[in-house]
Antibody
Framework: EVQLVESGGGLVKPGGSLRLSCAAS????????MNWVRQAPGKGLEWVSS????????YYAASVQGRFTISRDNANNSLYLQMDSLRAEDTAVYFC????????WGQGTLVTVSS | DIQMTQSPSSLSASVGDRVTITCRAS??????LSWYQQKPGKAPKRLIY???SLPSGVPSRFSGSGSGTEFTLTISSLQPEDFATYYC?????????FGQGTKVEI
C-alpha cells in the first residue's frame, strides 16, 4: 500500500527540541521531492520545508529558517524534521507530503509547545 | 513570495448545487496549482493538479480550470460527502503557498 506515516510528535516546553519522522512505503521513495506542512489548531495549511530526492537542496519557510532541519534517509525510506528552539506558535499538526504538487499525505502528528 | 487569494472563505450550499471556488495568484504561476479537500481531523486529499488534471479515483464531479493567475475549482453537483474545507496550493517555486481555505457548509 502506498502510504506515509508520521511519528514523533508530543508535548515539549518552549525552547525544546523534537524530531519528527515520516515512514514511506509502497513507492520509490528516492525519486520524489518530500515536504513538511503544518496546520495550527483551527487554522489553514502552512508549508514548512521541502527536500529534493537526493538531498541536494533544502528549502524552509521564513518562520522556521534556522530552527528546523529537514533530512531524509533514502536507504530506509524515511523523511525527518529536526525542530529546535521550539515556540508556542509551532504548535500544530505536522504532515509529510510527497512530490512537488503534494499528491500524497500522511495522517499527521501533533506537536504541542507549552510550559 | 507569491500570495494566493482564495474566495469565498465560506459558503452555504445544498446537495445537488453547483459550487465554484476561486484562487487568484499575485504573480504568473503557469498551471502550477493543486486543489485539496480536507475533512475535520483528517489529512488533505488532492483533488486536482496542474490546474485541471484529475488524479485517478477522484470523482468526475470535481473539475479545475484556469492558468496564469486565475483558477477555479468546480463541484458540478454537491454530494453529502463533499461538505469539507477546500484549499488551493501554488507550487511554481519556493515557498509554495496555500490559499486561506473555503469551508463548504450546508
Amino acid at each position: 500500500e502506498v502510504q506515509l506515516v508520521e511519528s514523533g510528535g508530543g508535548l515539549v516546553k518552549p525552547g525544546g527540541s523534537l524530531r519528527l519522522s515520516c515512514a514511506a512505503s509502497g513507492f520509490t521513495f528516492n525519486t520524489y521531492i518530500m515536504n513538511w506542512v503544518r496546520q495550527a489548531p483551527g487554522k489553514g495549511l502552512e508549508w514548512v520545508s521541502s527536500i529534493t530526492s537526493t538531498s541536494s537542496l533544502t528549502y524552509y519557510a521564513a518562520s522556521v529558517q534556522g530552527r528546523f532541519t529537514i533530512s531524509r534517509d533514502n536507504a530506509n525510506n524515511s523523511l525527518y524534521l529536526q525542530m529546535d528552539s521550539l515556540r508556542a506558535e509551532d504548535t500544530a499538526v505536522y504532515f509529510c507530503a510527497r512530490d512537488r504538487n503534494f499528491g500524497l499525505w500522511g495522517q499527521g502528528t501533533l506537536v504541542t509547545v507549552s510550559s | 513570495d507569491i500570495q494566493m487569494t482564495q474566495s469565498p472563505s465560506s459558503l452555504s450550499a445544498s446537495v445537488g448545487d453547483r459550487v465554484t471556488i476561486t484562487c487568484r495568484a499575485s504573480q504568473f504561476i503557469r498551471n502550477d496549482l493543486s486543489w485539496y479537500q480536507q475533512k475535520p481531523g483528517k489529512a488533505p486529499k488532492r483533488l486536482i493538479y496542474s490546474a485541471s488534471s484529475l488524479p485517478s479515483g477522484v470523482p468526475s464531479r470535481f473539475s479545475g480550470s484556469g492558468s496564469g493567475t486565475e483558477f477555479t475549482l468546480t463541484i458540478s453537483s454537491l454530494q453529502p460527502e463533499d461538505f469539507a474545507t477546500y484549499y488551493c496550493l501554488e507550487y511554481s517555486g519556493y515557498p509554495p503557498t496555500f490559499g486561506q481555505g473555503t469551508k463548504v457548509e450546508i
